[in-house]
């Protein structure tokens, strides 16, 4: 009896110490996981040197579009000098936010006679790279978000009529809801994570062989992305659509201006965390003032794999190519006409 009690007593004490363990153990990954996203968070607000002296710049980055307050046909464009001071005005009253004028781009609507009567008049950008007013434990995601709800939907009133802004975050810019769609993707599709990243509207020069070449080199693109893991594949050629519809608007269209990278990665991992790092930064080049902005995805049309199929096909193609040409013209030389007369001896 006094054993049955002492094993039930045992038992009891065993089970309370292994609670006590998971609460532990949760409490601890709680904590491990707090401090991981706590570590995200002040890394956002970093600048990250990598390869070649290049590094990322942390800043935040909004699209916004002007539309009239009502289906409204301009006699005239817009003016972007009073646009801009309205919207500058605005942040330094109502949000106390002061933002420098080249931080606000805007391009209004030239065409007029093409604009239909709900349709934008002006889009544009806006950037914040003076981040120092974050502390640190403040997080940026939350700021970048508020900013924009606190943007979208205010109106203008410029020479009398009245026009709406809308505002959202670059899709470019959000690593959560891209890491939530190929999530998604991967799930559905049964395919695994992905490993490839895609990046438009780097600097071509930048990635360049200096005094060699102003096209991207594949060797010093290698180079600068191997920051972020090991490779596997790589590709890297010029991007000559990227801001296209922008540069016809200004007139000023370069080709070869800017270069589009697809590079895969050994890990997932290095995929993940090279979006993450890339996702709300520009790219700024050592003893350059200027700031470039690029477009940051990942692989959903299995990049490497289609070429590789395609590559396959073509090679396919070129040895059967090469086999119908072989007895094409076997079938010419060794036809009845080209038979030579057999010899007999008389």
Known sequence: MFVSKFLCKNDQNSILYKKKRLRFSAKSEGRKMSEEKKEEEEEALKTLEIENGLRLVPRVKLNLVIYPSTPLTLSHPIDEWK????LIDFLH?????TLPEEDLHLTRHKNLKKRKRDDPVAAGTLRVWDLSFLPTTNRYLE?????????NGIELNLEGVKFKLAVTVPASDDFNSMKKEWEEHSAFRSVGEPDTVVLRGMPSRWFAEPRVSSKPSMLVTHTILSTFGKIRNLNVGEDNEYGKDESENSGDLVSGLYCKIVVQFDKYKD????????????MQKQGSRLKADYEVSWDKDRFFRNSRNQSEDK???ASSSAADNYRSEASR?????????RRFKE
Not at 93 to 97: A, P
């Open 93 to 97: 009253t109502s949000l106390s936010l």
């Open 83 to 86: 646009t801009k001071r309205a």
């Open 271 to 282: 995929c993940h965390d090279a979006i993450r790092v890339l996702c709300g930064r520009s």
């Open 333 to 341: 030389r060794h036809g009845p006409e080209n038979v030579r007369p």
């Open 315 to 317: 090679n396919s193609m």
């Open 143 to 151: 700021w970048r978000n508020r900013l924009a709800e606190n943007l």
